[in-house]
């Protein structure tokens, strides 16, 4: 069962759930509250042992959120709450004509959604998006294998999986959807979803899950996250302060997490650091050669960031089980595949590429976050939004696509 955890008791769960996903002594100092002004939900239970990962959904269970009402400002058609294609692309000036077309966006989770298929043609008429279906071509789900046996249904899980195809249907509606679902949460299981959607041919692969560092995440690297030429996403985690694997795989685009709201600037929008996003430096993974900030010898997560808070929250439809149709969600399993769909709009990455590298080539094609934090580490970037680079947010928000294209 879900837990509901309102404002004050949802500082408490982050810091539990830091202690397992972050270092000893950066865990419990970082822990931050995820929401303001609304009480959330976990889709997923929190992981309890190593190796075994979580979804970084939260659904919106009770208030009011700052995006309740933004995409009818944006839309003539009455919308649900929550912050929709429109939005989404305004504030992160993506281009909404054919881009896109003919790239096949990934998405890995786990445990299967029976109505998968069903909710995002909800989601997709809503709001005029084209079809994305099985007969037409668009839509694909396989097992972890890539055929048909698909694993049990998991109510939390599949609403991490309706949050991820609904993003990526926002950010890139003419791009295809691979569904690859893993047979359990361990990350073996999810690893393998990882290699099956390359090799189904999916250059861009999306998970929104983590859990906590350990000494296999070198192998789980080399055996499931090594791809080049393929840009793979993840999330990096709702506890606030504290480092996530597989965010911190060297081979991945870390992707953090902000606060959305408009604005009166000429962006029309702004972005700060939401109090949840996970950063800070790995305890395993080695810097790769793009990376370089001082601080962390290692790896330092984030890369790059996208919306994330619950109360600047996305709409989401689900109907699986006790969903209740449409929702409103956050965590930074929101922010993953829309940055997925991002690279998908600037092209397929060069052959032998590495496209977490990218945005470090193109610094000045996105959004800088310069405020907030998301927890306690002494002042520094590694947990405060400041000029340029920064834990939280990364290198910023995407301002189109040129900083996703290499």
């Not at 002004?37 to 939260?58: I, S």
């Not at 976050?369 to 590694?382: A, D, I, K, Q, T």
Request: proline share 5%; net charge negative; glycine share 12%.
């Amino acid at each position: 069962m879900r837990r509901i955890v309102s404002f004050p008791a949802l500082a408490t769960l982050a810091t539990a759930a830091l202690a397992l996903a972050a270092p000893v002594g950066q865990a419990a100092q970082g822990a931050a509250s995820p929401a303001h002004g609304v009480t959330v939900a976990r889709a997923c239970t929190a992981p309890t042992k190593q190796n075994q990962m979580a979804c970084n959904a939260l659904q919106v269970t009770a208030g009011t959120p700052k995006s309740a009402r933004a995409e009818s400002g944006l839309s003539t058609a009455a919308a649900p709450s929550g912050y929709g294609p429109a939005s989404l692309q305004s504030a992160y000036n993506l281009p909404s004509a054919a881009s896109g077309s003919g790239q096949t966006v990934a998405i890995v989770d786990a445990y299967d959604d029976p109505t998968a298929e069903s909710d995002l043609a909800v989601y997709r008429s809503q709001y005029g998006l084209p079809a994305c279906t099985t007969a037409n071509g668009c839509f694909t789900k396989t097992d972890q294998n890539g055929g048909t046996g698909y694993p049990r249904g998991d109510s939390g899980w599949a609403e991490e999986i309706s949050l991820d195809l609904d993003m990526v249907s926002a950010a890139c509606p003419n791009c295809k959807i691979l569904l690859v679902e893993a047979k359990t949460a361990s990350m073996t299981n999810l690893g393998t979803a990882v290699n099956t959607a390359v090799r189904l041919g999916a250059k861009f692969v999306s998970n929104s899950y983590g859990g906590s560092e350990s000494s296999s995440d070198a192998t789980y690297d080399s055996s499931y996250f090594n791809h080049p030429g393929v840009a793979i996403t993840v999330s990096s985690g709702d506890g606030g302060y504290g480092v996530e694997y597989p965010a911190a795989s060297k081979y991945v685009t870390a992707v953090g997490g902000t606060s959305l709201n408009t604005a009166s600037n000429s962006r029309g929008w702004t972005d700060t650091v939401w109090s949840g996003a996970g950063s800070g430096c790995s305890t395993y993974d080695a810097k790769p050669s793009w990376q370089k900030d001082t601080v962390c010898a290692d790896r330092t997560v984030a890369d790059v960031s996208a919306v994330a808070d619950p109360n600047t929250g996305v709409a989401v439809y689900d109907s699986y089980r006790s969903a209740t149709g449409w929702m409103v969600f956050g965590g930074t399993s929101a922010s993953s595949p829309l940055i997925a769909a991002t690279y998908a709009l600037g092209g397929a990455p060069s052959a032998g590429s590495y496209p977490a590298s990218f945005p470090y080539a193109h610094t000045t094609a996105l959004y800088d976050v310069s405020s907030g934090s998301n927890g306690s580490c002494g002042g520094s970037y590694l947990c405060t939004g400041t000029t340029g680079y920064d834990g939280p947010s990364g290198l910023g928000v995407p301002n189109g696509t040129t900083a996703f294209t290499g």
